[in-house]
């Protein structure tokens, strides 16, 4: 009996110190945010005419840096209102879970940003806008991978969504349709379209939880 | 069976309450009380007495700062309250150990 007690003892221990690692902040609002910006801002750049190799790629870092600052707000935000340390470990431990694969994003970014200036038009084309934005939804999911191990199980899936999207289109080619569509299309689709479906998924989800 | 480890069980941590707060601080480097109380769904008098509990056994320390205008406490475990927790871990894989082994 006291084995059995002492056995349950641990169980408990152990799912409380996995719990006080998960991050718990609401997701929910982030998602909706980084959706709507990705979609109004996939729109507005086909609009604009951001065609260019070079003028998509800066056009883009300059969203995700507006996006990721509108983030943290909200992050704030949520910790100022429930009383609790922005900096908590478990955002931390997020954090340096997301870091190594956008930054390797971003040190490709940079590469095909110096590199596409003396290829020809065709070359640069396909690299920066085809092959740039699929690697970015790649190294974007690669990070929500590892992210996932400090969140909810969802984002784990989610950022597999991301990886295997961006690998599959890699894989079916470039499509007959003018690159600077397609490129703004796959930045619409992956951090606008996704983000908004799973924003409203844990809206409703997180609601729910709250309710009962 | 052995009855020692069950004897040498620490009596402040192995109440249920105060046993889930040590394992919530024993993963974590510090914890704000509205983490601790959410997490537990405890109530705030009840999280006060378990901590202050804690704390008068010198296992838990308090820091009490400002963010963003508002008072914000935070709980760590000390050097001697992770020992402690630490030390009961091993007493309770020792009674599992015992029974499995049919001591």
């Known amino acids: ?212 | 069976m052995n009855p020692e480890p069950f004897l040498q069980l620490d009596r402040v941590i192995h109440e249920k309450g105060r046993l889930a707060l040590m394992s919530l601080l024993a993963a974590s480097p510090r914890l704000s009380f509205t983490e601790m109380r959410d997490t537990l769904n405890m109530t705030d008098g009840n999280l006060t007495a378990h901590m202050r509990t804690l704390q008068e056994a010198g296992y838990a320390s308090v820091t009490k700062a400002f963010q963003g205008g508002r008072p914000l406490t935070t709980y760590s475990l000390t050097t001697h309250g992770r020992k402690a927790f630490a030390t009961y871990i091993n007493l309770l894989e020792k009674i599992v150990q015992q029974t499995k082994s049919g001591k």
Not at chain 1, 180 to 196: E, K, N, S, T
Request: aromatic fraction near 10%; include cysteine.
């Open chain 1, 1 to 212: 009996m006291e084995s059995d007690w002492a056995a349950e003892n641990l169980r408990v221990i152990r799912t409380l110190m996995e719990r006080s690692a998960i991050y718990r902040r609401a997701l929910a609002p982030m998602m909706l945010l980084a959706g709507s910006a990705g979609t109004v801002a996939a729109t507005a750049g086909w609009l604009a005419g951001i065609e260019a190799p070079r003028a998509f790629s800066g056009y883009w870092l300059g969203v995700a840096v507006l996006t990721i600052a509108g983030c943290f707000l909200l992050l704030r935000r949520q910790a100022l209102r429930d009383g609790e340390p922005l900096w908590s470990p478990p955002t931390r431990r997020v954090l340096q879970a997301l870091l190594p694969a956008l930054v390797a994003g971003l040190i490709c970014s940079a590469i095909v940003l110096v590199k596409v200036g003396a290829a020809e038009e065709k070359t640069a084309n396909l690299v920066g806008l085809f092959l740039l934005p699929l690697g970015w939804v790649v190294f974007y999911g690669c990070a929500l991978h590892a992210a996932g191990f400090f969140m909810p199980r969802g984002i784990k899936l989610f950022g597999w969504t991301f990886i295997l999207g961006g690998c599959g289109l890699s894989a079916l080619g470039a499509p007959d349709v003018p690159r600077p569509l397609y490129a703004h299309g796959v930045m619409g689709l992956f951090f606008g379209g996704l983000h908004l479906a799973y924003g409203i998924y844990l809206f409703c989800t997180e609601k729910r939880k709250n309710e009962a």
